[in-house]
């Protein structure tokens, strides 16, 4: 028997145990395994039935991941699949822990499924811009009909037990012991002779499909905006479709199609890179796991503005006690009753309980009060963005703050180490960069001081981990990762507008390409007296020498914020998001045109999707070899999930190298001699261009 997979008998009934910790995926020692405990099951006429169970803490958690990409090892699953389900002595898949893609498959082939209460089955392989390539996609509809099917495999998310028994996938919810309860149910499918029932044959549940064949046209209408853009979801659509369309065998050829075309497509290349990127950038090499770490039991908030009551729910989210301070009654008034109303958002969309959110509102204390952050074990401040105010906030904190607890600041682009320097102890002094709004986007940057200590940033990485936050490590530096490439990609937005292109064209081939929004409604949305308080701090050390739009100050000098003040790059009408095109912001535009001596032209729409990305990318590139990030794979991260960009494409860095870097240095070396200084090409961009090599290549 293959190392991976065990075979002992219970009584009666053969116990195939698969043993390949963690998670127990489908290598191909696994799939060998089985089938080598099946044929001894079968063989021996000592066996009546069988049980496939999982060692360790879970069954099949999904396929080796490991294995994508290279040549195929026999046995394949579909040849498992097969020979499980055409076993003549009934098999029984027994579910703990997570049964996942591949896993469920499996489970699919067999002829019954017991699980206990805590299990859960899924088929998420469209979250790597896949669909489930073993069956699951005719198997599922077959088992609990195509509606519920499409439900579960264009989300790819995955149920639990006893909604799973409710649905028809399981039929038994067994208790704690696993095993004993699968080996009684198998004995109890014998002793009543119960038949062997071949998912592949049956039938009935696809007849509600088949009389009402406009399902899959209403379930790809119900997903066209959440999928924008992706192929995967929709790929999914068509193959449980060829479940109700066509007999089993011709539907599972179909589903291998449609899986080789979503295989070969960029995007799921583009998906598996987000996935295994999320993963390595929790990998500090000087930061191991095991690092100390401050177990943090109480928090506090210095602000309650737009991001300090986002901060405070993350805390009362995750069930930490959290103090917020404010300089006035009115600011903290009105701070936390934003946060009351966004609670009260929730429960009225059924997402949360009244008894959930009294319970949330009941951890978090408004005072004004700093001696009240004395108990905290992390301070995270959020008070304007002024570097005279934020060092007299933290002066005051390292006067309070207990021995050992964290110092944060969330800054989006003041100098950590000299916040740090207005403290005694700026090896307890760290950025965490939340996003807008911070109780939902799921970026956290944590920027990393000269001094900031290796206790500090565990500390905050498990913080980040216990409130559901994606983080990444950055250096320190003005704008970090995020918002120090976000200023060049603002800039050509704003260029190519003076050039003679619309805020609405940018934002259409910007949203075209992918992102959530283009970068003009964007500003609109955060707001964009933010960014001309930050130029007006740095407006004294400008160079006159380079260009510089005036287009942004201008609006901002006219009271036009954005949403808020029903105007900006665009106009609002009360109580309305939708940005409509303003006759006043293109006077403005042609007027700063003149002023710059700019004449005017037809943009195209590649022109804009190329200064965009590639001036997000030309400074990506500055950013790895200064060593601000980690890995070119982290610059993808901060940008899928902090700035909306599309997941199926990886991330810029990724989607660079996708393009290939010759042709991304040849843009921009020509964009240099087109506009000058700002499109220098970064040094690393050139070299790796001119030796054939992508940023994935580059390590330090
Ligand atoms: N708004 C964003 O989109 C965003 C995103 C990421 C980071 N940030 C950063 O977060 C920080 C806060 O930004 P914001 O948008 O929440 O600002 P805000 O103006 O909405 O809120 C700041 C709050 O801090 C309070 N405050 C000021 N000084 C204080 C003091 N000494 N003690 C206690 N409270 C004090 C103010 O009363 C105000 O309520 C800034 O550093 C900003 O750069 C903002």
Redesign the pocket.
């Known amino acids: 028997m293959s190392e991976l997979v065990s075979f002992e008998k219970q009584g009666s009934v053969g116990v195939i145990t698969v043993n390949n910790p963690p998670v127990n995926a489908l290598a191909q020692g696994v799939r060998q395994g089985l089938i080598e405990g099946l044929a001894r099951g079968i063989d021996d006429p000592g066996v009546s039935a069988m049980v496939i169970i999982g060692g360790g803490r879970t069954f099949i958690a999904g396929a080796d991941i490991r294995e994508f990409g290279k040549p195929p090892q026999p046995p394949d699953l579909h040849s498992v699949l097969e020979k499980i389900e055409s076993s003549p002595k009934p098999v029984v898949a027994a579910i703990h822990g997570t049964a996942l893609g591949g896993g469920l498959e499996v489970c699919l082939a067999c002829h019954y499924r017991v699980a206990v209460a805590a299990g859960q089955v899924g088929l998420p392989e469209v979250k790597l811009g896949l669909l489930p390539g073993a069956g699951g996609t005719q198997r599922l509809p077959r088992l609990i009909g195509a509606e519920a099917a499409l439900k579960m495999i264009v989300s790819g998310d995955p149920v639990r037990a006893p909604r799973a028994k409710e649905l028809g996938i399981v039929d038994e919810v067994v208790g704690e012991d696993l095993r004993a309860g699968a080996v009684a149910f198998a004995e109890k499918l014998v002793a009543e002779k119960k038949p062997l029932r071949k998912i592949s044959a049956a039938d009935d549940k696809l007849q509600a499909a088949r009389q009402n064949p406009a399902l899959f046209e209403t379930f790809k209408k119900g997903i066209e905006r959440e999928a924008r853009g992706y192929l995967a979801p929709f790929k999914c659509i068509e193959a449980v479709q060829a479940a109700v369309t066509l007999p089993f065998a011709e539907g599972l050829k179909r589903e291998r199609q449609l899986f080789q075309e979503c295989m070969a497509s960029p995007q799921s290349k583009g998906q598996i890179h987000a996935f295994f990127a999320e993963r390595e950038a929790t990998k500090i090499p000087d930061v191991p796991p095991g690092t100390p770490a401050r177990k943090i039991e109480r928090a506090a908030v ?7 009551g986002g901060i405070a729910m993350n805390f009362a989210n995750a069930g930490i006690p959290v103090t917020v ?4 009654q009115e ?1 903290l008034d009105r ?1 936390l009753a934003v946060v009351k109303k966004n609670y009260a958002g929730t429960v009225e969309k059924g997402r949360l309980s009244q008894a959930d959110m009294d319970k949330r509102m009941g951890l978090i204390t408004g005072t004004l009060d700093r001696g009240a952050i004395r108990e905290a074990d992390i301070v995270i401040e ?4 002024e570097m005279a ?1 934020k060092k ?2 933290f002066a005051a904190l390292d006067k309070i703050a207990k021995p050992g607890a964290v110092l944060a600041s ?4 003041l100098d950590i180490d000299q916040i740090a320097s207005a403290t005694s102890r700026p090896e307890a002094v760290i950025g965490t ?4 709004p911070a109780n939902v986007m799921r970026l956290l940057e944590l920027v990393r001081g000269a001094r900031t200590a290796k206790e500090t940033i565990a500390t905050s990485s498990e913080l980040s981990r216990r409130i559901g936050k994606v983080w990444v490590l950055a250096g320190n530096c003005d704008g970090f990762i995020g918002n120090r490439m976000l200023a060049p990609y603002l800039r050509e937005a704003e260029f190519l507008v003076e050039e003679g292109a619309t805020p609405q064209q940018v934002d259409k081939v910007i949203y075209d390409f992918g992102f959530a929004m283009g970068p003009f409604a964007m500003q609109d949305l ?2 964009l007296d ?1 960014g001309w308080r930050i130029r007006k701090g740095k407006a004294a050390a400008r160079r006159k020498d380079l260009r510089y739009s005036h287009v942004g100050d201008r609006l901002c000098e006219q009271g036009r914020f954005g949403q808020k003040t029903g105007s900006g790059w665009y106009r609002y009408e009360p109580g309305s998001r939708t940005p409509r095109p303003d006759p006043e912001v293109e006077a403005l535009i042609a007027a700063a045109a003149k002023e710059g001596g700019i004449t005017r032209r037809q943009v195209s729409d590649e022109e804009v999707l190329k200064r965009c990305l590639w001036a997000l990318v030309n400074e990506g590139a500055r950013i790895l070899e200064e060593g601000i990030a980690l890995r070119s794979s982290d610059i993808d991260v901060t940008y899928l999930y902090g700035y909306g960009f599309p997941r199926y494409r990886g991330g810029p860095m990724f989607y660079a190298d996708q393009v290939g870097l010759k042709q991304v240095y040849g843009d921009v070396a020509a964009f240099h001699t087109q506009h000058g200084e700002p499109w220098t090409p970064a040094p690393l961009l050139e070299r790796l261009a001119k030796e054939g090599k992508g940023f994935r290549d580059f390590s330090r």
């Open positions: 210095i602000g309650a503005g737009t991001m300090g301070v404010e300089m006035s600011a701070g959020a008070v304007f963005e105010v007299d906030v969330n800054t989006s682009t960069h939340f996003f807008s955060a707001g933010v």
